[in-house]
T-cell receptor, first 115, second 111 residues
């Protein structure tokens, strides 16, 4: 149980384009999801908290107009990287919290490469 | 300021050589401490949750313990497949499920 999927697993795009990453909880409902960014050999950096039906809460230093988050249902949150640039290249990971749990369960991650 | 520190940063063990990973934390109020395993290019995999000092959890060759200041992840007779980065995280903020992550310990078990 507590399976989280992400799509796509890898994406390569040109500078200036927008990329959407989906995060789905497959076997549970999640009122809260999180989006992280991870650089090589570093720990996870929290970007934002996504709550179903309300606006995302962004961490300090994260541009909300750059990283658009939508949590339209209890099983789906999306992260859109707008006007992507090479410095946005990274490993993006989402997590979800099942109702009644405290633990976060993580997706497999999405590798974004911006050329 | 709430903080989580893991040590060592990297650890190389021979197969069968038991050891422990440390996670020290400084938080105003601990709501939970979590251990994860992360393989390269993948998302973290949940291992354990600990809530109070003295609590212990076990799974196969892994055992997690908790005191008021730190947690240990003991690895008994490790195998090469235990090679991964082990992440510790704490929940400290009331009303959210946010984590404060440590920087992780990269474990390599040699055959």
């Amino acid at each position: 149980g507590a399976v989280v999927s992400q799509h796509p697993s890898r994406v390569i795009c040109k500078s200036g384009t927008s990329v959407k990453i989906e995060c789905r909880s497959l076997d549970f409902q999640a009122t809260t999801m999180f989006w992280y960014r991870q650089f090589p050999k570093q720990s996870l950096m929290l970007m934002a908290t996504s709550n179903e039906g309300s606006k995302a809460t962004y961490e300090q230093g994260v541009e909300k107009d750059k990283f658009l988050i939508n949590h339209a249902s209890l099983t789906l949150s999306t992260l859109t990287v707008t006007s992507a640039h090479p410095e946005d290249s990274s490993f993006y990971i989402c997590s979800a919290v099942p109702g009644g749990y405290n633990e976060q369960f993580f997706g497999p991650g999405t590798r974004l490469t911006v050329l | 300021e709430d903080q989580v520190t893991q040590s060592p940063e990297a650890l190389r063990l021979q197969e069968g050589e038991s050891s422990s990973l440390n996670c020290s934390y400084t938080v105003s109020g601990l709501r939970g401490l979590f251990w994860y395993r992360q393989d390269p290019g993948k998302g973290p995999e949940f291992l354990f949750t600990l809530y109070s000092a003295g609590e212990e959890k076990e799974k196969e060759r892994l055992k997690a313990t908790l005191t008021k200041k730190e947690s240990f992840l003991h690895i008994t007779a490790p195998k090469p497949e235990d090679s991964a980065t082990y992440l510790c995280a704490v929940q400290a903020e009331v009303g959210t499920y946010k984590y404060i992550f440590g920087t992780g310990t990269r474990l390599k078990v040699l055959a």
